[in-house]
């Protein structure tokens, strides 16, 4: 089988003397595995209280894409991995209330490199996230590759 996943995104800025058009862009993909989307809906919770791991233990890696979309009016959601053995959050996207990615989740997602990167430690880290002023409803939905 192949071009099971089609993507497609542009992007349009208009703001003071800037004005910015990318040309529409779309691929088809291959997926091998259909299994998802997981997790689902996710009550995120802010950094104060603790915030929230994302699940992908449903699924089976190599993980593929994935579409995060903030379910919430007012308050804005920061994605990241979180290491566990360095107590460090170190997020990568933020999504504003309403707005919606699809990206492709790398494979070593939860590996940590040292060193040279010639190896990895233990797969412990994890997806996290929070919310910015109240918890939030984000949907998350991962699929394998």
Do not use: W
């Given at each position: 089988?192949?071009?099971?996943?089609?993507?497609?995104?542009?992007l349009?800025?208009?703001?003071?003397?800037?004005?910015?058009?990318?040309?529409?862009?779309?691929?088809?993909?291959?997926?091998?595995?259909?299994?998802?989307?997981?997790?689902g809906l996710?009550?995120?919770?802010?950094?104060e209280?603790?915030?929230?791991?994302?699940d992908?233990?449903?699924?089976t890696?190599?993980?593929?894409?994935?579409?995060?979309?903030?379910?919430?009016?007012?308050?804005?959601?920061?994605?990241g991995?979180?290491?566990?053995?360095?107590?460090?959050?170190?997020?990568?996207?933020?999504?504003?209330?309403?707005?919606?990615?699809?990206?492709?989740?790398?494979?070593?997602i939860?590996?940590?490199?040292?060193?040279?990167?010639?190896?990895?430690?233990?797969?412990?880290?994890?997806?996290?996230?929070?919310?910015?002023?109240?918890?939030?409803?984000?949907?998350?939905?991962?699929?394998?590759?």
């Amino acid at each position: 089988m192949a071009n099971e996943a089609t993507v497609r995104s542009s992007l349009s800025i208009s703001v003071g003397n800037v004005q910015y058009k990318s040309l529409p862009n779309g691929f088809t993909a291959d997926v091998s595995r259909g299994n998802g989307p997981s997790p689902g809906l996710v009550n995120v919770a802010t950094k104060e209280n603790g915030m929230t791991d994302i699940d992908l233990s449903e699924l089976t890696p190599p993980l593929g894409f994935c579409r995060f979309s903030n379910q919430d009016a007012n308050n804005a959601i920061h994605v990241g991995r979180y290491d566990p053995s360095s107590d460090h959050f170190l997020p990568f996207m933020k999504i504003k209330p309403g707005e919606s990615f699809v990206i492709r989740l790398s494979s070593d997602i939860t590996e940590e490199y040292t060193g040279t990167s010639t190896g990895t430690t233990s797969a412990t880290s994890t997806l996290r996230a929070y919310a910015e002023n109240a918890s939030a409803p984000l949907l998350v939905e991962a699929f394998e590759d």
